[in-house]
């Protein structure tokens, strides 16, 4: 007997840090992220860190709204 598993949506923030890696968080797992050289890399591993922050936690409920980019003096 298949077992269904329920499809789950989430959304991942994807940026790339100055030495050219990108690194991928989902905002509503605690401590999902994962980091890679290329999108091709990245992407598997973040189904693969969120599978497993699954067996650990239960997602917050969150609605994406935007990203938006403010810049301040620092």
Do not use: N, W
């Amino acid at each position: 007997m298949k077992i269904k598993h329920k499809q789950q949506t989430f959304t991942v923030l994807i940026e790339q840090d100055e030495d050219g890696f990108y690194i991928a968080t989902v905002p509503s797992l605690k401590s999902c992220y994962t980091q890679a050289k290329s999108l091709e890399v990245l992407y598997p591993r973040i189904k693969e860190v969120i599978a497993l922050c699954l067996q650990e936690e239960k997602p917050l409920k969150t609605k994406f709204i935007g990203v938006q980019q403010i810049e301040i003096a620092a």
